[in-house]
């Protein structure tokens, strides 16, 4: 099983931006782009929420957006550095929490169901992030 690792959490002020990775660890390292890559967040009062799902394909990689997360969230693949980031391009202090990547061993494609997490059985440990001035 994949094992990640997430890393960039932080404090940054409303409106700034914050770049999150996600990583392979462990003794045997894996191609990340061979993996559905997820970020969800678990913020505080909520259950965790899917933020944004990332698949490999034939033609390149497809990305898929929670509604809160589209147009202010950018997910993507550095294959060179085997990671997958995580972009906020303007903080929200309602996007404080903690942010985990999720995979899943011989899933390159996000599901349908991708946000609900049930899919990915291996997570990191998660990365904090705290919106504030």
């Known amino acids: 099983q994949v094992q990640l690792a997430e890393s960039g959490g932080g404090l940054v002020q409303p409106g700034g931006p914050l770049e999150l990775s996600c990583t392979a660890s462990?003794?045997?390292?894996?191609?990340?782009?061979?993996?559905?890559i997820g970020w969800f967040r678990r913020v505080p009062g909520r259950e965790r929420e899917g933020v944004s799902c990332?698949?490999?394909?034939?033609?390149?990689?497809?990305?898929y957006y929670a509604d809160f997360a589209e147009g202010r969230f950018t997910i993507s693949r550095d294959s060179a550095k085997n990671i997958v980031t995580l972009q906020i391009h303007s903080a929200k202090p309602e996007d404080t929490g903690i942010y985990y990547c999720?995979?899943?061993?011989?899933?390159?494609?996000?599901?349908?169901?991708?946000?609900?997490?049930?899919?990915?059985?291996?997570w990191g440990q998660g990365t904090p992030v705290t919106v504030s001035s």
């Open positions: 462990g003794a045997t390292l894996v191609a990340l782009d061979d993996y559905a």
């Open positions: 990332i698949s490999t394909t034939r033609r390149g990689s497809l990305t």
């Open positions: 999720g995979g899943e061993a011989y899933m390159p494609i996000c599901g349908s169901d991708w946000y609900t997490g049930r899919d990915f059985g291996a």
